[in-house]
């Protein structure tokens, strides 16, 4: 199969870049809807099955974490392979991605068929709690085939640059399960009254749905690779490769898992309300996180298929494009936070004392939003370069460094309010931190590649010496 040039490297970035991430935006954004329509509609039943979901939700970042973590690494080198024409190693990639997320699927079969108990004993003593939490997440994990397939396919769509119908795949599987939520949890339509299983059961249906409308476009249109069913088999060396960038990514995001539930177990000891609204606020920050999560998903093959060109100039434009956009949302989504806070979290039918915990908590948490975003935005520019272990020093030090230590230090002075001052605290931090990884990026990966230009011109006009010193640089 021949590759003829592809878009990432002829249209202009500013272009190209919103072309790529806009529809990426649009379909995260309905995600981010139907996060905040799911816990609104399980609050209508009460606030202890609101908290399970939020004692849930480490599990189930973590079982997102892996699914989008090796989508990372296949992203990576399918965009590579792309910019440098080769079709095979690109076919090789995504069928050996695909045999990755069902690998992945088993680990989350196994958890939900036997350790949900367990997990939700380690956090509270609540009977109500550990009931409505087992059944919510037994189901989400037992059909958790639909989340890994749906995220290895989209990353499929997205590595070669077709971000639409990315965005038609999420918000179908989106749009369904907000359909469903209130059928299934009220048993309206005729359909059993399920309460908070219905609420899990909408969620596996929605993401099977989105999974197999993926594979659908990928096998119908997606032209620059081959997914067959016999060549869904190991190779190691792919395997190798695809690691190399997705475990640091794995474990980044993974990170977020640990801290959520150490910071949910430090919350539960002043009052299961302010475990509530930590899950509230989760579901809330989505809103304003995954534009700039879709952002970094436009980004990414963009700047891989360039470094695959070495065409220096376009990866810089799309850095830098990447960040003015990334603070633009961030600071609208600033805005909106601290100006209603109150009307954000009546959505969710908040007591007095959930407002109480509440309205602080998110104009705290939210000052940070500005910083994250920038490192946000690098933390994938270091994936995009194959340097995941920067992203992982990145999170580590963020989230188990400071984000954690610190929130257990503020809960020491017996106020739950001083707790969110942490998250500001640990975005200074990790700002810090990218600002240096991103210059250790541009003269390592992005300056070098002046170099190689000249070595190329040099050799395509058998010239010993550049005649025009600094011409290169």
Not at 134 to 140: D, F, G
Not at 175 to 188: Q, S, T
Request: aromatic share 10%.
């Amino acid at each position: 199969m021949q590759i003829t040039e592809n878009k990432m490297g002829v249209m202009p970035i500013k272009r190209l870049l919103i072309s790529m991430s806009l529809p990426i935006m649009a379909s995260m954004l309905v995600q981010a809807l139907y996060n905040v329509v799911d816990s609104i509609f399980v609050a209508q039943i009460n606030e202890n099955a609101l908290t399970a979901v939020s004692l849930a939700f480490p599990i189930q970042n973590l079982m997102i974490a892996i699914a989008v973590g090796t989508g990372v690494g296949i992203n990576s080198l399918l965009s590579r392979a792309l910019g440098e024409k080769n079709s095979k190693r690109a076919s090789d990639v995504a069928n050996n991605g695909i045999l990755l997320g069902l690998l992945g699927y088993i680990i989350f079969l196994i958890f939900g068929l036997f350790f949900s108990r367990s997990y939700f004993a380690s956090q509270t003593q609540d009977a109500e709690i550990i009931e409505y939490g087992v059944t919510y997440l037994s189901i989400v994990c037992i059909g958790s085939i639909g989340v890994f397939m749906q995220v290895i396919f989209e990353r499929l769509l997205q590595s070669t640059g077709n971000t639409f119908h990315t965005m038609i795949t999420q918000g179908t599987g989106a749009i369904i399960n907000i359909i469903l939520d209130p059928i299934l949890i009220f048993g309206l339509l005729g359909a059993p009254k399920m309460g908070i299983a219905g609420a899990a059961v909408a969620t596996v249906i929605g993401q099977i749905v989105a999974a197999i409308l993926a594979l659908v476009f990928n096998i119908t249109l997606n032209k620059d690779i081959s997914i067959q069913t016999e060549s869904i088999r190991p190779n190691f060396k792919v395997i190798k490769d695809i690691y190399a960038i997705s475990i640091p990514s794995i474990i980044m995001l993974s990170i977020t898992s640990i801290t959520t539930y150490g910071i949910n177990n430090i919350l539960i000891n002043f009052t299961a309300t302010a475990t509530a609204v930590y899950g509230v606020y989760f579901k809330l920050q989505s809103f304003v996180f995954m534009p700039v999560f879709g952002l970094n998903n436009g980004m990414v093959p963009i700047i891989g298929y360039n470094y695959g060109a070495k065409n220096k100039d376009r990866i810089i434009e799309t850095i830098k494009l990447s960040i003015i956009y990334a603070v633009v949302i961030m600071t609208i989504g600033l805005t909106i936070i601290q100006v209603f806070p109150e009307k954000l979290l009546m959505l969710f039918n908040a007591s007095e004392d959930m407002l109480s915990i509440g309205v602080p908590a998110l104009r705290i948490i939210s000052l940070s939003y500005i910083f994250a975003g920038i490192s946000i935005v690098s933390s994938s520019v270091f994936q995009a370069f194959g340097n995941g272990v920067l992203s992982l020093l990145s999170a580590i030090t963020r989230q188990l460094v400071v984000l954690l230590p610190v929130a257990y230090g503020l809960s020491l002075m017996g106020n739950v309010n001083y707790i969110w001052w942490s998250y500001p605290i640990a975005e200074i931090i990790a700002l810090i931190l990218s600002i240096i990884f991103l210059k250790y990026i541009y003269d390592n990966k992005i300056l070098p590649l002046n170099s190689e230009e000249c070595i190329s011109t040099m050799i395509e006009k058998k010239e010993k010496t550049i005649t025009e010193p600094g011409s290169c640089i």
